[in-house]
């Protein structure tokens, strides 16, 4: 049984990272309106989180020396592994321990950065395959046919309702966690919603 998960706020704790970026370039003087208003502005730009082009603006908004932001911030990246959900680890290992399962790895972000994060967190050996995009996810059901019934885990509403309109056949967990971005956003077409992803394990194992 081929299970695709996503990795941001359903594998990876996004909010408790992203804060812990705030505080490590707060040592330079960068405040949390001037975090979150350039972080928006990015994101905007590019329709996805570009890191790269975030230390680039605070960096010329404060005078600072990029670089030394740079360092501070890979140095967070390097510490993924703090950031994952309590329940993740024992989840992925449940997974592998399922016969003939196949674990894949699906991330919306910026190619170099979501894989840091990926490697850094040391979840890497659990999947068969990582992939980062920065198109639809639904474009990587489209192309691969094997995986249009498929088990997908993903915390958007509204791209479990995009990709099951179009292929129906895939088993569609929407994982709902508490006090995260999209918690409250609209999803009608998900097979089944957990608010934890030892909740989400149960409902998978009736499937298999």
């Known amino acids: 049984m081929k299970i695709v998960l996503d990795f941001d706020h359903t594998l990876f704790d996004t909010e408790k990272f992203k804060q812990a970026l705030q505080d490590r370039l707060a040592m330079f003087g960068v405040t949390g309106d001037q975090f979150n208003s350039n972080y928006r502005i990015v994101k905007e730009r590019s329709g996805y989180y570009n890191y790269r082009e975030h230390l680039k603006l605070l960096a010329q908004a404060e005078e600072l020396d990029e670089n030394d932001l740079l360092l501070s911030f890979n140095e967070i990246v390097n510490s993924a ?15 592998k321990l399922i016969p003939k399962s196949e674990l894949y790895l699906l991330t919306f972000g910026q190619d170099e ?28 059901f489209d192309q691969n046919n094997e995986m249009q019934s498929a088990i997908f ?56």
């Open 81 to 95: 592994n703090e950031f994952l959900f309590p329940d993740t680890l024992d989840f992925l290992k449940a997974l």
């Open 113 to 140: 950065f979501q894989q840091a994060k990926v490697e850094a967190s040391s979840i890497k050996l659990y999947f068969r395959e990582v992939i980062d995009t920065i198109e639809s996810k639904l474009l990587y």
């Open 153 to 208: 885990l993903d915390n958007r509403g509204k791209t479990i309702d995009q990709i099951k309109t179009k292929y129906p056949n895939i088993s569609a967990i929407w994982i709902k966690r508490e006090n995260t971005p999209y918690d409250n956003e609209d999803c009608d077409r998900a097979d089944y919603q957990a608010n934890s992803l030892t909740a989400a394990l149960q409902y998978i194992k009736k499937l298999i």
